[in-house]
């Protein structure tokens, strides 16, 4: 008994210590591709929505985040800002995929940078060039 309440209370200040939880996502993407004139692309930015959860644990001096994310733009159903052409009309951009994202860093007290990295599949692409 008295072993299972030393190990107790070794674990417990460790579990009190992190900040867990799970959440969902919604953002917008600004996209641009760099040098378009030169490989015939679109030259104006466009955005895409992003929908989808992620789990986070912070700890006092680190932390990660992983998520699963939708990312869309087209095909009938844009909300206005958050999935649009911007600049020329005439832009068209019909864009569908899937995300995993892995982000870790340090922590500042409240301030968290992060890097990390995005592994993807596009299911649909349209009107890039």
């Given amino acids: 008994m008295n072993r299972l309440l030393l190990v107790f209370l070794l674990i417990c200040p460790l579990a ?12 917008s993407n600004i996209n641009n591709f760099p040098r378009a004139d030169e490989l015939g692309l679109v030259e104006n930015l466009f955005t895409t929505g992003v929908f989808g959860v992620f789990y986070s644990r912070y700890q006092e001096t680190n932390g990660f985040e992983a998520g699963l994310n939708v990312v869309h733009k087209g095909g009938g159903f844009n909300l206005p800002v958050v999935m649009s052409d911007l600049g020329n009309d005439g832009q068209n951009i019909e864009f569908t995929a899937i995300e995993m994202d892995l982000k870790v860093g340090p922590r500042f007290g409240a301030i968290n940078p992060k890097i990390g990295y995005i592994f993807g599949y596009r299911f649909n692409q349209s009107g890039f060039f």
Avoid: E, N, P
Avoid at 16 to 27: D, E, I, K, P, T
């Fill in 16 to 27: 009190l210590s992190a900040q867990m939880g799970v959440g969902f996502r919604f953002a």
